[in-house]
Each structure stands twice: as C-alpha cells, then as structure tokens.
C-alpha cells in the first residue's frame, strides 16, 4: 500500500509560546518581488533571456512555439545555477516536465512538491504572454528553488515546472501516474496557477482542498501559515476544490495536493487566455504575498532540518500513551518517568499549549476542541530530556 503521509516529526522549539519558527519567517523575508517580476518578465517575453550564450526572447510558452522550448532551457538554466540536480520527463509527441530536486535530510524518497505549468495559452498568433497563467506560478517556482537553496528540510523538496497543463493537465497527469505505478511516497503537493490577479485589491485569494491523500492538512497548514506569519491574504480554504489544474493530476492517486490561486470565482482575469495577459495588470504587492504563502507553506511542510537532537528521547517515545488518536480533541495521556512541562505544538511550529507538570503526575487530560484539524505533537519535558509523540485531530 502507498504511504502517503508519514510523518514522524520532532520540533525542536524553545519552551515559550511562540507563533513562529524563526526559520520560516526568515524564509518570508527573502521572497523577493523584484526578482518575481523580473523573472516574470522574462517567462512572458518582456525581457529577452540569453540562454547558451544566445540572446533571444520567449514570445509564447505554447506547446507548438519554440519558446516553449526556450523557456524549458531557461528555467533548467536558473536550477542549474542554484547547484540543484535537475531532471525531466517526456511525454505525448513533444511535452516535457522539468524538475529540481533538494535532497531531504531525513525523508529522502517522501518529497513535497511545489509546482506550476509553464506552458501557455493562446496557441494561435505570435505572442502568448500569459503573465498570469501561469507565468506567476512559473516564476515563484523559480524563486522557492532560489531562497530555499540555502536551507536544509527534513523532506526532499522537488520544484517542479509541468508542460502541457493546458491541454488536459497532461505533463502533471504523466509524473503522478509514473509516481503511482511505482508505489511512491508523495509527502504533498502545493501547485500554483496564477496568482497575481486581484483587481478589487481586497486581497482574497483561494487555497482548494480535497480529501484525497493528506490534502485537507496541507490545506490547514496554508491557512495557519497565512495567520501565524501575518501574510496579509484574506484566504479562503476552497473544500471540495475545483480540478481545473495540476492538482487535481495527484488527487486522481490519492496523493495529497492544494491548489493555490488568486480569486477566480469572485474576481476573474479578463485577459485569461488572450495575448493581452502581462505584467502591467498584476497587483504586485498580493502576487508578492501569495509567492511569500506558498513557498512559506512548502517549507514547513517539508520542515525546517533541526541538526542536533540532544536531549531529544526518540527510543523512549512509546512511554507515552495517547488516545483516543486520531482524536476529536480530547486526549488521554499517560506516562511512566518524570516530567515538569507539557506543551503542544502544531505543523508549522507554533506552541498551542504548555502547561507545568506536578513531577508527580503521570496523566494529563489534554483539550484541544477548540484548535483546528491536522496534526500535532506533545511533548514532555524535564530539563534536557525531552520526549515526543504525534497525535492526529479529525
């Protein structure tokens, strides 16, 4: 049977409440709008690109232009740059996904991937500028590989670019199928397809979930990053979610993925799919905060790499008894040495509770109603010794 999440976390935080890892807020911070746009800029042929050596400009992304072809050297070119190990699929008469993978250092083979479609629409004319779709989801894949190369997660991370997405989802639809056939492990999937298009500047954007594989919890961890981390989205969590892009390729093997996209329902682009999709209608400041969510969003759910796990009790964990787990909230704990904290902390970090311990004491009748679904972990502390034991809330 596919394992499709496993998660076997241990966070590593100092005993106080806090609402983040300073990792991820560091991650944030280096998201970087300028190089989103300029390197939108390139992807929709406002600025020429040189790649070999040769100077030229990518006019449209369709899979029957050569700047599809051009594109896909481009974006191979930047991964490059950053000292990634690139791959790439063939598919149909000519599609072709590409890749960049960042080795986890615990979870080698259970990568998340965030990912985007890089070919275009219109197929007819010249120019397919298609800024927006999905020429913003291209580019902030593009910037994940470069600010995240500098940090080390305990799950591989896969940057992933599709060909093809707009001919029925075809270039995501042959690597989930592949990763199905043989048997592999998908920790999740956070796919973005244009986000840069709010022209009420209300700032809503769209997270869409299923229940297929762990969707719904990377779901919730979108939208705890997006209050926790004080993004700015006004963000609503879209379940059941539409399958209009690549996504949906991986709900189809029960993998777990999202959908994050800028507000089509309530605030569609007008210029979907013409030769007047560029740069000059973007809201800048929210494709800046839906790339800061996204790739915020990846990173935690790959997990910041802690080196040292001094004082950390990982033999010992089954001393600790949880249940009902999952659970509804309500959670019986038992345990057989001495402790004087307890606490609580979520998947993306933040300390949810913590209480002192009569050293006494070897139950806790913990009440967690009132947090939101997904994952958790207690943790019972003593000085340095600590011990760790994950609990599922449905």
């Not at 913003?136 to 080390?152: H, K």
């Not at 606490?343 to 993306?348: E, I, L, N």
């Not at 311990?357 to 972990?377: E, H, R, V």
């Amino acid at each position: 049977m596919k394992r499709i999440f496993q998660a076997f976390l241990i966070f590593l935080f100092p005993i106080s409440i806090s609402a983040q890892n300073p990792t991820i807020q560091a991650i944030i911070n280096l998201v970087n709008i300028d190089t989103l746009m300029f390197r939108t800029e390139e992807i929709s042929g406002e600025t020429s690109v040189t790649v070999g050596g040769i100077t030229d400009t990518i006019r449209s992304r369709n899979r029957s232009k050569p700047g599809n072809e051009l594109c896909f050297k481009y974006a191979r070119d930047k991964f490059i740059s950053w000292g990634y190990q690139v791959d790439s699929m063939t598919f149909g008469a000519n599609g072709k996904n590409l890749w960049a993978i960042k080795p986890g250092m615990l979870y080698l083979n259970e990568p998340v991937i965030i990912c985007g479609h890089y070919d275009a629409m219109p197929s007819a004319g010249t120019y397919a500028p298609a800024a927006d779709d999905d020429g913003s989801g291209t580019a902030a894949v593009l910037e994940a590989a470069r600010v995240l190369a500098g940090y080390d997660f305990e799950y591989t991370i896969i940057f992933a670019l599709w060909d093809e997405e707009e001919y029925g989802l075809a270039g995501s639809s042959a690597y989930a199928t592949a990763a199905d056939n043989v048997n592999d492990t998908i920790h999740g999937v956070i796919n973005m397809d244009a986000i840069a298009h709010d022209s009420d500047n209300d700032s809503v954007a769209r997270v869409h979930a299923r229940p297929p594989g762990n969707s719904e919890e990377i779901g919730d961890t979108v939208m705890a990053v997006n209050n926790d981390y004080n993004i700015g989205l006004d963000m609503i969590l879209v379940n059941p979610g539409a399958t209009y892009s690549d996504h949906a390729s991986f709900w189809n093997h029960n993998f777990g993925a999202v959908l994050m996209i800028q507000d089509w329902e309530g605030d569609p682009n007008p210029h979907y799919h013409l030769a007047s999709d560029k740069v000059q209608y973007f809201n800048i400041p929210y494709f800046h905060k839906i790339a800061r969510l996204s790739i915020a969003s990846a990173a935690a759910f790959a997990v910041p790499y802690v080196p040292s796990t001094a004082g950390v009790d990982e033999e010992h964990a089954d001393e600790i008894r949880l249940y009902p787990n999952p659970s509804h909230g309500l959670v019986n704990i038992r345990w057989q040495e001495e402790y004087i904290i307890i606490q609580v902390v979520d998947m993306v970090g933040k300390v949810v509770f913590t209480s002192p311990l009569n050293n006494q004491a070897k139950s806790f009748a913990l009440d967690l109603s009132s947090s939101s679904n997904g994952i958790y972990f207690v943790n019972l502390i003593n000085g340095n010794h600590r011990i760790v034991k994950k609990f599922i809330k449905n």
